[in-house]
């Protein structure tokens, strides 16, 4: 069973393992709490909280075990956490990884002598895969959240979180398989009961969730979201307790939140956070749960992303912190309006990115045009300022975001 004995025995054994990730005060996730705080484990060894339950559980094996090597399925991280570990104890290292991971995550892995299998699916098909070649194989599973050595080794983020900061009243822990989550709301939940564990989950792959919701552990048909690392259709079995147990409540997050919320890590920070490390800063920054006047902490859990989708990653945090803005706009097609548009825009302080004009064929006005305008803009109060001033001069707005 998970005691807190295991989980400080993970941290004595990781000290030669893991980075310290000493918590980061930031004024700019939320105003309304009290201090909000960041467990940068981006910044840990491989990008990514996953090294310390991997590590663990391998530096427990028998020599024997040691000596047929390791296989695990990964989205990534847990996929370069095992290989890590597998390198640093000379034995080999067979990961199944679903074949839509991150390029980066994938090469990454490789670079640490692990051997890859790619499996056409998500996560949990890489698992089934695994599953059969560990019959093969004859090789030790590295489960990645739903074993009791690998979960005691994410609780010492628990452990960590309080030995610097005791006064923290909220946690806000991503949740994929729930491995992370189970082991730092036990060990925050025995080291102090009134700390409030909120675990935090994608919109598109909300299974612990909706799984506490209907008190039985259920499979989601499909997942699909940035947040690849927690992009789970089912928890685990321990985990499922544990979070029962010991988390107060879990919430989502849509894309477009988890997007904002890299941004603003980004921008404020300079930290760079995959979609599932910034799960829990999103749900502090859109007030999932009330924090006023609250000590808070997120857990950035990796930095992993993929860089080729980063710009998307950020226009869609723009957009959504009201950085920019697009708007379709009916107007007469006629000489002047363009100009007088661009006035309107132009007195309201917004800067012009992009216009596209179309003539309007279901227009009852056959003289009208649509013009599509990306503006850049300071926040959701400055757009809707520009919207009220570009119908305030007559110009009709068909859509606006």
């Known amino acids: 069973m998970l005691t807190l004995d295991l989980i400080y025995r993970a941290s004595t054994v990781l000290q030669d393992v893991i980075r310290k990730t000493p918590l980061i005060h930031t004024d700019k996730i939320n105003p309304l709490a009290n201090n909000v705080f960041l467990k940068p484990e981006n910044l840990q060894v491989t990008g990514s909280f996953k090294v310390r339950g991997a590590g663990f559980k391998i530096s427990q094996l028998s020599d024997e075990e040691k000596s047929h090597g390791v296989i695990a399925c990964s989205a990534g991280n847990h996929a370069q956490g095992v290989a890590l570990a597998a390198r640093r104890y000379g034995i080999p290292a067979l990961i199944c990884m679903p074949a839509g991971a991150p390029i980066s995550k994938v090469e990454a892995t490789r670079e640490m002598g692990a051997e890859i299998c790619l499996v056409p699916g998500v996560y949990d098909d890489a698992y089934a895969k695994a599953m059969q070649l560990n019959e093969e194989k ?59 564990v909120i675990g935090v989950q994608a919109q598109g792959a909300a299974s612990m969730a909706r799984s506490l919701d209907h008190n039985q552990i259920e499979s989601l048909a499909s997942v699909l979201t940035i947040a690849d690392g927690i992009a789970v259709k089912e928890p685990g079995i321990h985990t499922f307790e544990l979070c029962q147990q010991y988390v107060d409540e879990v919430v989502v997050v849509s894309e477009d939140e988890i997007c904002a919320a890299i941004l603003a890590l980004i921008e404020h920070h300079k930290l ?34 993929d860089v080729t989708i980063l710009s998307r990653v950020i226009n869609r945090g723009l957009m959504k912190g009201g950085r920019t803005t697009e708007m379709v706009i009916e107007m007469p097609d006629r000489p002047g309006s363009l100009m007088g548009l661009c006035s309107v825009i132009c007195r309201h302080g917004a800067n012009i990115i992009s216009i596209h004009h179309e003539r309007n064929g279901e227009s009852p006005d056959v003289n009208s045009c649509n013009l599509r305008v990306v503006l850049e803009t300071r926040n959701a109060d400055h757009v809707r300022d520009i919207h009220i001033g570009v119908e305030a001069a007559g110009y009709t707005l068909l859509h606006g975001k």
């Open 272 to 305: 760079i956070a995959e979609g599932a490390g910034a799960v829990a800063v999103a749900a502090a920054m859109f007030n999932k749960v009330d924090i006023t006047g609250k000590n808070v902490c997120c857990i950035v859990s990796g930095g992993n992303i």
């Open 138 to 196: 004859h090789m030790t599973f590295i489960h990645p959240f739903d074993d009791e050595q690998v979960i005691a080794g994410q609780g010492s983020i628990g452990m960590e979180i309080l030995g610097e900061n005791p006064n923290i009243d909220v946690v806000f822990v991503p949740i994929g398989g729930g491995g992370l989550a189970s082991g730092v709301a036990y060990a925050l939940k025995t080291l102090n009961p009134s700390v409030r």
